[in-house]
Structure formats: C-alpha cells, structure tokens
C-alpha cells in the first residue's frame, strides 16, 4: 500500500511517515500542494492523507485535482477545522473521510486500512493464493494454516504479490508499491527481500521469477 501524507507541520508529517512506515505502508510526504500535485503525477496512490489549509495549492482544490481523476486515490482529510460544517464541506468536495485535529493515531491507521479496501480496484480483505493467507487488516499472514514470522516490508511484498497475482510485478513496481521515493532504484533490496520471503514461505516454492519480466505467486498445483 502506497501513501501520500501531504501536511504543511513538518513535525507531525514526520510523526505520520514514521508511524505508517512502521505499519508496512509505503509512505511519502509533501509539505504544500505544489509538490503534492506533483507526485500524484509521478506515482499512483491508495490513499492520499491531506491537510486543507496548504501552501502553494490549497488542499480543497488538491482534493478536487485527485477526484477528477480516472484513476484516483482515496482521500482522508486531517486537519485542524472539525466542525459538523466543515467535515461536510470537505465530503462535499470529494473526500472519501475526515479526521479532526487532534487525534488518535492507532484510529488513523484503521482509516486509511479502510479506506484502501474501498479503491474500486481492491481486492478482497483476505488475499488467498498458494496456500497462503494475509490479512492486511490484522497483519497477519498464514501458509497452509501456520502463522508466517514476516518483517515490515516481507509482510508488504507478499501482499503487493498476492493483489497482483496471477499476473508478474518487475522489481521496478515492487519499488513503487512496497518502497518509497527514497529508496534507491539501483538497489539490489527487491531481490534480497524476495529471497528473505521465499524462505520463511517453505516448501513447495510459490514466488516464481521471470527473468526480464518480474515475480509472480504460483500455485504448485498449476504447475
């Protein structure tokens, strides 16, 4: 899951970034609408958190810039104005939820989890192939019933896999989903991952390289 915080309060974008991270998200931050604007370009979002009051781009026209789009984020509206008319003010311009300023980061979470299981293009809550089961919701993966030991970003790449499969992901769009724009696009971090995943999945192997194409889930049974 990819996500754009965008929040002018530089210390409580970092807070945001930190604290998503640490929930396996993909996360990256702009501090006004004009670099927000920006990366909605370069990359495509599950969730875009917004602040209203922005520099640059106000974060109403932000809001209505992502809903007119074909393809478009979910949007969770955090910000300081909370009243009953502002909260419907904001749903009014396109916004899929709003949370006030100040506020309880674990419901955050639950938010934006819901939020992405919303996209018209996501897939069921539990991912199910090869055996294997995840939950993103309860952060919990199985194979064949037993409880997988996955890191932060292990748990990340079987579930970029899992919502892409049958079909192949390139290590280019692992590094777009399951990565951020920090990491380096010459690193070697997809395939050493994958091989982390490959072996705390056991026997039979499901994740399966195409040289040149990418990883994909494979069913031993189909093969």
Not at 86 to 102: E, F, M, W
Request: net charge negative; aromatic share 4%.
């Amino acid at each position: 899951m990819r996500i754009l915080v965008v929040e002018d309060e530089h210390l409580l974008a970092e807070v945001l970034t930190e604290g998503l991270r640490d929930q396996g998200m993909a996360v990256d931050v702009a501090h006004d609408g004009l670099t927000a604007a920006a990366k909605l370009d370069l990359h495509g979002y599950d969730v875009v958190i917004l602040d209203r009051d922005l520099p640059g781009i106000h974060g109403d026209t932000l809001c209505q810039m992502i809903t007119e789009r074909d393809e478009r984020a979910m949007v969770l509206m955090l910000t300081a104005a909370g009243s009953p008319g502002d909260r419907v003010s904001g749903l009014t311009l396109g916004a899929d939820d709003y949370l006030a300023k100040p506020f309880h980061f674990p419901e955050l979470v639950l938010r934006v989890r819901a939020l992405a299981r919303r996209r018209p293009s996501a897939r069921p809550r539990t991912l199910r192939a090869g055996g294997v089961e995840l939950d993103p919701a309860r952060h919990r993966a199985t194979r064949d019933g037993w409880r997988l030991d996955l890191s932060v970003k292990e748990f990340a790449l079987l579930e970029a896999l899992l919502r892409a499969s049958p079909s192949c992901l390139s290590a280019e769009e692992l590094l777009e989903q399951v990565w951020d724009e920090n990491v380096d696009p010459f690193t070697n971090t997809v395939p050493v991952t994958v091989s982390r995943l490959r072996r705390k999945l056991g026997d039979p192997p499901i994740i399966t390289t195409t040289p040149g194409v990418g990883y994909r889930i494979a069913d031993p049974a189909d093969r």
